[in-house]
């Protein structure tokens, strides 16, 4: 099974296509968030399912929970695979998101990868989203295993964070594709270290290569 989801970050369709059709080989999942859908919005989605793929659409529902349900009635016209929403929404709010019938997977945000925090925050949110009826969440590598043990292994772990080299930038709490994936992750998310390769498409390949056997 393929594991990657490659985060498609850039303003414009024309690069996300030639992103879509050069890494398809290694990727079964995209997702487009805020940047690219404010930009081709319907359009996006259409491409990347005409290239054989599913959607995870990342636009982090944090509202009331009347527009939170209404966001996912929307989003499920889309016919995506699978959504988010931030944890910190609270039970109403998630538990508003879940209660659309035939809906896509929803994912809930526990901490931001960008932040430093603790194991025992990030297992309180995983804890309410799994209660809420939530499918899984979206927390760091570091977590993983933890959550796992906490809310058992049919609840999806989605981890970003994702370094197979190491360098500086915004994300704090990270790991390789191959720790991630050994800790129980069901889907990494990769962005930049694709993106920004000289050859994405040989970094898309290395990453699978790396995850392929475990
Ligand atoms: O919801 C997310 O996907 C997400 C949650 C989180 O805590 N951290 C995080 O980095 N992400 C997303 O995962 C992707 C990571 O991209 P890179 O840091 O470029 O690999 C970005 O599209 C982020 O929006």
């Known amino acids: 099974m393929k594991k990657t989801i490659?985060?498609?970050?850039?303003?414009?369709?024309?690069k996300a296509e030639k992103l879509v059709k050069d890494t398809s080989e290694y990727i079964d999942i995209y997702k487009v968030?805020?940047?690219?859908?404010?930009q081709s919005g319907k359009e996006i989605i259409k491409m990347i399912k005409d290239n054989g793929k599913e959607i995870f659409l990342?636009?982090?529902?944090?509202?009331?929970?009347?527009t939170v349900k209404r966001s996912v009635e929307s989003a499920k016209e889309l016919g995506v695979y699978s959504l988010t929403v931030h944890s910190v929404g609270g039970?109403?709010?998630l538990k508003a998101a879940v209660s659309?019938?035939?809906?896509?997977?929803?994912?809930?945000?526990?901490?931001?990868t960008s932040q430093a925090t603790s194991p025992e925050e990030v297992i309180k949110r995983a804890k309410l989203s799994k209660f809420c009826g939530v499918d899984g969440v979206i927390s760091s590598p570091l977590e993983i295993a933890l959550i796992k043990k906490e809310c058992g292994k049919d609840f999806q772990v989605v981890t970003p964070g994702i370094r197979p080299a190491k360098v500086d930038d915004d994300q704090k709490r990270v790991a390789t594709p191959e720790l991630a994936v050994k800790d129980g992750a069901d889907f990494i998310v990769v962005g930049r270290p694709i993106l920004e390769a000289s050859?994405?498409?040989?970094?898309a390949k290395a990453i699978y290569e790396s995850i392929k056997g475990l």
């Open 6 to 14: 490659l985060a498609l970050d850039v303003y414009n369709f024309k």
């Open 33 to 38: 968030g805020p940047i690219l859908f404010l």
């Open 58 to 66: 990342d636009l982090k529902f944090h509202d009331i929970p009347a």
């Open 91 to 93: 039970e109403e709010m």
């Open 100 to 112: 659309v019938e035939n809906r896509p997977k929803i994912w809930a945000v526990t901490v931001l």
């Open 199 to 203: 050859n994405p498409a040989e970094a």
